[in-house]
């Protein structure tokens, strides 16, 4: 399988504890974004990756996440801390050069987060 | 700032119906693209069309068909002879060009429910 893949699908925390999701995008696609989703509601952007360069944070990137795609391929968020209202949908995802093709986003399968 | 209103929270149709879902977008940009997601029960948001904003040509994939038409600032699709296999949220997403990043923003979604 060569789409985006995400780790870990599912992940239930305790408040207050630390989370790591992982992505790993298609592998000739330079550009890579996150993106949390609740219940019924669409997507919502929270950060993009040129390469290794974090380019844009959304303001719903509080403090407490944290992005980083070192070698400009796979890509970590981490969230420390965790809150009951982080509960919700991690969705990574992936395209190439922003020309043509480039510009259809391909999703991963998504992280769950439940916070309890 | 952009914007992407599905109107339309959920559809219910019985098998071999036709469904339209509905599509209305807000931009000041004249360069952008609009894409429709389809997102079933385990997650994954699955990349169904892109379309240009230059590109007004409706287009038609099997069962499936989308209406552009800027004057309307919509963008909807249509499922012919629906099947128990198209039940799934729909998301209807809108991207601008130049230094957007490739940042979607997302419409709240329609749950199309196909009964056998």
């Known amino acids: 399988d060569t789409g985006v893949s995400q780790d870990p699908r599912h992940k239930i925390t305790k408040r207050g504890q630390n989370v790591t999701f992982r992505c790993d995008p298609i592998?000739?696609?330079?550009?890579l974004y996150w993106y949390r989703q609740t219940l019924g509601q669409g997507p919502e952007f929270l950060t993009y990756f040129q390469n290794e360069a974090q380019l844009e944070k959304s303001r719903l990137l509080s403090d407490r996440f944290s992005a980083e795609r070192p070698k400009g391929s796979f890509s970590t968020l981490e969230i420390q801390r965790t809150e009951q209202g982080d509960s919700a949908m991690y969705l990574c995802?992936?395209?190439?050069?922003?020309?043509?093709?480039?510009?259809?986003?391909?999703f991963g399968e998504g992280s769950w987060l439940t916070v309890v | 700032a952009q914007k992407v209103t599905q109107a339309q929270t959920e559809i219910s149709v019985v098998e071999k119906e036709d469904v339209t879902l509905d599509c209305v977008y807000e931009t000041r940009d004249t360069t952008y693209y609009l894409f429709w997601y389809k997102q079933p029960p385990s997650g994954e948001l699955v990349f169904l069309i892109r379309r240009n904003s230059f590109d007004e040509q409706n287009e038609i994939s099997g069962r499936y068909s989308w209406n552009f038409q800027k004057s309307t600032s919509s963008f909807n699709f249509t499922i012919t002879a629906s099947q128990v296999v198209d039940s799934a949220v729909y998301f209807c997403a809108l991207r601008i060009g130049g230094t957007s990043y490739g940042k979607l923003t997302f419409g709240q979604g329609t749950i199309l429910t196909v009964h056998p």
């Open positions: 592998s000739e696609h330079n550009r």
């Open positions: 995802a992936s395209s190439g050069q922003i020309t043509g093709e480039g510009n259809t986003i391909y």
